[in-house]
C-alpha cells in the first residue's frame, strides 16, 4: 500500500506525518514519541485523534516536525495525524470534524508595536 502524506501547522510549527498501516509505532524526528516529548499530556494531546476514531494500534506514522515549541509542535502533528487518517479513510472525517481536529488553530504571535515595549503593554505613563 502506498503510503500517504498530511501536513500539519500550529503557530509556527509545522508537521509532515507520513501514515501506513502497521502496528501503532509513532516516530517524531526519528525517535519515539515517549522519548520525543518530556510530558505525558504532551504525548496524549498529540494522539488523541487515534483515540477519538479508535485506530489505536492500526496505523504507523513517521513524522517530520520543525519550528515552534513544545505546544505548537504537539498542536501540529494533531492536526497532521487527523488528515492523514482521513486520507486513509474518508469515514473518519465527521467525527474528527465534529470533534474540531480537522481545524487549523489560527491564532499567531501578534506582531510588537512602535512606542511599546511589548505587543500590548505599554510604557509607563508619568503625568509630570
Same mark, same amino acid.
Do not use: C, H
Given at each position: 500500500?502506498v503510503?500517504?502524506? *498530511?501536513?500539519?501547522?500550529?503557530? @509556527?510549527? %509545522? *508537521?509532515?506525518?507520513?501514515?501506513?498501516?502497521?502496528?501503532?509505532?509513532? =516516530?517524531?524526528? $526519528?525517535? #519515539?514519541?515517549? /522519548?520525543?516529548?518530556? @510530558?505525558?499530556?504532551?504525548?496524549?494531546?498529540?494522539? =488523541?485523534? &487515534?483515540?477519538?476514531? #479508535?485506530?489505536? !494500534?492500526?496505523?504507523?506514522?513517521? %513524522?517530520?516536525?520543525?519550528? !515552534?515549541? @513544545?505546544?505548537?509542535?504537539? !498542536?501540529?502533528?494533531?492536526?497532521g495525524? *487527523?488528515?492523514a &487518517?482521513?486520507?486513509?479513510?474518508? /469515514?473518519?472525517r465527521? @467525527?474528527? +470534524?465534529?470533534? $474540531?481536529?480537522?481545524?487549523?488553530?489560527? +491564532?499567531?504571535? =501578534?506582531r510588537?508595536?512602535?512606542?511599546?515595549?511589548?505587543?500590548?503593554?505599554r510604557?509607563?505613563?508619568?503625568? +509630570?
Amino acid at each position: 500500500m502506498v503510503d500517504k502524506i *498530511a501536513v500539519g501547522r500550529r503557530k @509556527t510549527s %509545522v *508537521a509532515r506525518v507520513v501514515i501506513r498501516p502497521g502496528s501503532g509505532k509513532i =516516530e517524531v524526528n $526519528g525517535k #519515539d514519541i515517549n /522519548e520525543y516529548f518530556p @510530558t505525558k499530556f504532551d504525548v496524549l494531546k498529540a494522539i =488523541e485523534p &487515534l483515540k477519538v476514531v #479508535d485506530a489505536m !494500534g492500526k496505523f504507523d506514522f513517521k %513524522v517530520n516536525v520543525q519550528g !515552534g515549541g @513544545t505546544t505548537g509542535q504537539v !498542536g501540529a502533528i494533531s492536526l497532521g495525524i *487527523a488528515r492523514a &487518517l482521513v486520507l486513509f479513510d474518508p /469515514e473518519y472525517r465527521p @467525527t474528527l +470534524r465534529k470533534l $474540531g481536529y480537522l481545524t487549523r488553530d489560527p +491564532r499567531m504571535v =501578534e506582531r510588537k508595536k512602535y512606542g511599546q515595549p511589548k505587543a500590548r503593554k505599554r510604557f509607563q505613563f508619568s503625568k +509630570r
